[in-house]
């Protein structure tokens, strides 16, 4: 079945066709919301969440190739994900102290297979990781970031910052990278 037809079946509310575009789509946006949250059922739930909100808004999307089913689902799953961490009362910005006076070797994130840098984004605070994954891995700008969060531009900007910070001392720490 091809995903154009997939499509036309969900907004019949073709269940084949539901079935096929998650079986699709589902190992990524699991991914997705893996990198929100640090436990799998609770990232189980928040995918499966958005599949439902995925096939119960279905009649407002516009087919226009595999890639738009993936940036939508994608876009439903962060939201779901902020939803989650809002009422779970896990999205706590950082404080400004809280990675001061940390060396930055820009080089460093480089030198890591993605394993090891998905592993360490996950020992960040929550709010530095959403920041983190907002801004890095889904390309918001930090004005969109702010409007998500209900924070200032300034403080998504400064939350990434500190980020990366944090992440280049627990690399360090860990001794996570490989020095070439």
Known sequence: MTFEKAIAGCKKQDRISQKHLFDSFS???????????????????????????????????????????????????????????????????MDEGYAQEISVDDGMLARMNTNEIFQLIMT??????????????????HKEIAGMLGISEGTSKSQLNKARVLLQKIMKEKGCYNEK
């Open 27 to 93: 190992d990524g946006m699991l991914m997705v919301c893996m990198r929100y949250v640090k436990s799998l059922p609770d990232a189980e739930e928040i995918m499966l969440n958005g599949f439902y909100n995925f096939f119960k808004s279905i009649d407002r999307f516009e087919y226009k190739g595999q890639g738009s089913i993936g940036g939508w689902l994608k876009k439903i799953m962060v939201n779901e994900c902020l939803i989650f961490l809002r009422k779970k009362g896990s999205l706590k910005i």
């Open 124 to 141: 960040l605070p929550s709010g530095y990781r959403t920041v983190f994954n907002l801004f890095v891995v889904e390309g918001y700008s």
